[in-house]
Every structure is written in C-alpha cells, then in structure tokens.
C-alpha cells in the first residue's frame, strides 16, 4: 500500500524559513517523479514543486520560485521541500505524491503550515 507522511510543518512569522519532509513507501520511489502540493480549504490542490527522477528537471510553481527549493533522497526515500521567505500566501496544508497524482490518488495526511505575524 502506498504510505505518504508529511512532516515539519508549523507556525512561522513572515520572512522565516521551514523544511518540510516526506517519508514514501509501498513503490518504487527512485524511478518515481515525485511534487509537493499545498491546499486551502475549499480551494484546489495547487501543485508546488516537481522533482523527475534524475534530479535534473526540476518545475516550481510560479509563487514559489527563487523561495522554495525541492530535493530528494533515493536512499532513504524521502523528498523535502525547503522553503524561505515565506509569506501569508503560503499558509496551507501540504502534501507531497507522485508527479501524476490526482484526487483519486491515495494521500497522505499532510502537514500544516501557518505564517502568520
């Protein structure tokens, strides 16, 4: 079964950074395109960053770019999202999934992140 856990979510004031991680199993995670989404409530699920499986492709969300770097690793797998500069825009719930994952895709529960003054 495919297992998604998003961490390091949490409370930051404008301007300040967090790392979020993402533990996968139940596939085949080095040959797997894998993104971080985000979503408010009531909004779509907006995608934030791709990373293809040779880590030379790589695709950030307009929003995002020149502030959020994504990376991962094969070994252990886990992807990470590091974000700086962060904004009140950026405040949602993010999840990390495969590139070509949807909404009847399995996710994870995903982690909260508030910026906030």
């Known amino acids: 079964q495919v297992q998604l856990v998003e961490s390091g979510g949490g409370l930051v004031q404008p301007g300040e950074s967090l790392r979020l991680s993402c533990a996968a199993s139940?596939?085949?995670?080095?040959?797997?395109?894998m993104a971080w989404f985000r979503q408010i409530p009531g909004k779509w699920r907006e995608r934030v960053a791709t990373?293809?499986?040779?880590?030379?492709?790589?695709h950030y969300a307009d929003s995002v770019k020149g502030r959020f770097t994504i990376s991962r690793d094969n070994i252990k797998n886990t992807l990470s999202l590091q974000m700086t500069n962060l904004k009140p825009d950026d405040t949602a719930v993010y999840y990390c999934?495969?590139?070509?994952?949807?909404?009847?895709?399995?996710w994870g529960q995903g982690t909260q992140v508030t910026v906030s003054s």
């Open positions: 139940g596939f085949t995670f080095s040959t797997t395109t």
């Open positions: 990373i293809f499986t040779n880590g030379v492709l790589i």
């Open positions: 999934n495969t590139g070509e994952a949807t909404s009847q895709s399995t």
